[in-house]
């Protein structure tokens, strides 16, 4: 019998999970099948759909929106990229265990550098917003090689606090600020602007100075299947012409839980020019 996997999530009918994996499986000639499950608004929602999918012999779920904090506290294992990121997006049943990592990070960084093609060593990279898609990205940046990181947040609070609960896990050769977005240092440019913000999805954007683009900087919004967002529009108004959207960050993050699960890792490029839609 297939064996079965799935995405949590509420609401989750518009998720490409299913396809992004299904595509993996029949590329790699994988016996899996891959559901969605909607998780419900009751509280408790989460913990009694994990537990009937493992109950009926599922082997590992992705989670997303708003069950990342539930999957980790679900966990009895956790990566150090799910336990900095208070957030899991991935779990593996291993007999009576479950096992939580996050990819989310990791997936942004491979579609930066693989796919964007922009080697992330020395870059200097601004991280719009401090809820749990700028922690999730933070450190897999700084490892990767940035050299300095700049948080930007409506509240300023919230961005002073990210770094204070993670400066101290970043590599030596990364320097990490963070503040208000109106305290950014008129001047201060940078080669990649992140908008980890959820402005996006109720059509709004984080304000930023044309000045923060540097010449040939890339602006990169994690949400997908949006065209032009209102952040990307006011990049591209900025005079920036690297545009890009989460799109890939999700295949990857995708490739990166199929691989931990299956033991094979997907190619992405079929699926990403699949599911990519033109920022027009
Ligand atoms: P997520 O898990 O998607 O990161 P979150 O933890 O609720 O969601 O965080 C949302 C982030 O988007 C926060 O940084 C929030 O800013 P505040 O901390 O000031 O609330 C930011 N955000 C949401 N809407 C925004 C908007 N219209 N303009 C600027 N920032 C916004």
């Known amino acids: 019998m297939s064996e079965r996997y799935a995405v949590i999530g509420h609401p989750i009918a518009h998720s490409q999970s299913p396809l992004i994996h299904g595509l993996f499986a029949r590329a790699t000639g994988q016996d899996m099948c891959y559901e969605a499950i909607d998780g419900g608004a009751e509280p408790g929602g989460f913990a009694r759909a994990l537990a009937a999918f493992r109950a009926s012999g599922g082997q590992g779920v992705n989670v997303t929106l708003p069950f990342k904090l539930d999957a980790l506290a679900a966990a009895d294992e956790a990566s150090d990229d799910a336990l900095l990121a208070g957030a899991a997006n991935a779990l593996r049943f291993d007999g009576a265990r479950v096992q939580a990592q996050n990819f989310d990070g990791i997936g942004l960084v491979r579609d930066l550098e693989h796919n964007l093609c922009l080697p992330l060593a020395g870059r200097r990279v601004l991280l719009l917003g401090a809820g749990g898609a700028a922690r999730g990205a933070l450190l897999p940046l700084a490892r990767a090689g940035a050299g300095r990181i700049v948080i930007a947040n409506r509240t300023a609070a919230k961005a002073r606090a990210l770094v204070r609960d993670l400066a101290v896990h970043l590599p030596p050769a990364c320097t990490l600020d963070g503040g208000g ?22 059509h709004d954007a984080p304000t930023v100075s044309a000045s923060a683009f540097a010449a040939g900087a890339l602006a990169y919004d994690m949400v997908y299947g949006k065209g032009l967002t209102p952040f990307l529009k006011q990049a591209q108004a900025a005079g920036c012409t690297r545009l890009a959207d989460g ?11 199929f691989a931990w699960w299956r033991g094979v890792r997907p190619d992405t490029r079929a699926v990403l020019a699949r599911l990519a839609v033109p920022l027009i």
């Open 181 to 202: 977005l109106d305290e950014l240092r008129q001047g201060d440019a940078f080669d990649v602007v992140i908008n980890a913000t959820s402005a996006s999805l109720g």
């Open 247 to 257: 799109a890939g960050m999700l295949v990857e993050q995708a490739a990166e839980a």
